[in-house]
């Protein structure tokens, strides 16, 4: 059985072997074969240049270039399309997603569940107008979508090949893909970090 894990990137030259070594070192414990795609998102630092590096070095790597700054959800979307796995983690690569938390989200997913979604409960390191936005543009949304969007919800998610392939066939522009996961209606479970 194959993992895809999918890491948009944005400039993130600084961070990109620090979660490389620590993505590695996860999944070096676990009985699965897997590939880390990385997607860049048109960065305009040296982003390009370590992952092409670790990518020579390392055969489970690839790396998808986009032509400019598309956005997260779109770089999310490409390399979900890209993805081979039978589960597939979709994280960011700054490190705000914990790679530890991975053998959590497969073992959620070797029980029977088609999506493993995370809820971040600290925000300690938001400041406070960041948190005050935050709990209000939930509110906002939850009064407008037809599907909750839970509050501390994020793309760290993990999510089955049935239920990744459905998702694709939601091709809007500007999609939100915390709320259409929450939408397709696939048993989900939610890890609280």
């Known amino acids: 059985m194959l993992v895809s894990i999918v890491v948009p990137v944005y400039n993130e030259e600084e961070n990109i072997a620090i979660f490389y070594n620590a993505v590695t070192k996860v999944m070096t414990g676990l009985p699965y074969e897997y590939e880390l795609i990385y997607v860049d998102d048109g960065s305009t630092d040296s982003s390009v240049v370590v992952l092409r590096e670790i990518a020579k070095l ?50 959620l997913w070797e029980a029977g569940y088609d999506v493993v979604r995370t809820i971040r409960d600290s925000t300690e390191d938001a400041s406070w107008a960041k948190s005050f936005t935050s709990k209000y543009y939930y509110k906002l949304m939850n009064k407008m979508a037809d ?47």
């Open 147 to 193: 599907v909750p969007i839970v509050e501390g919800g994020s793309d760290f998610r993990l999510m089955n090949r049935k239920s990744l392939e459905t998702l694709k066939h939601f091709r809007e522009h500007g999609r939100f893909l915390r709320g259409i996961v929450g939408a397709l209606g696939y048993r989900q479970a939610e890890l609280h970090f």
């Open 58 to 107: 390392d055969t489970r790597v690839k790396v998808v270039l986009l032509a400019r700054n598309f956005g997260h959800q779109t770089a999310l979307t490409c390399g979900l399309d890209y993805a081979k796995g039978d589960a597939v983690i979709t994280m960011d690569g700054d490190m705000q997603h914990p790679p530890a938390l991975i053998p959590e989200l497969i073992r």
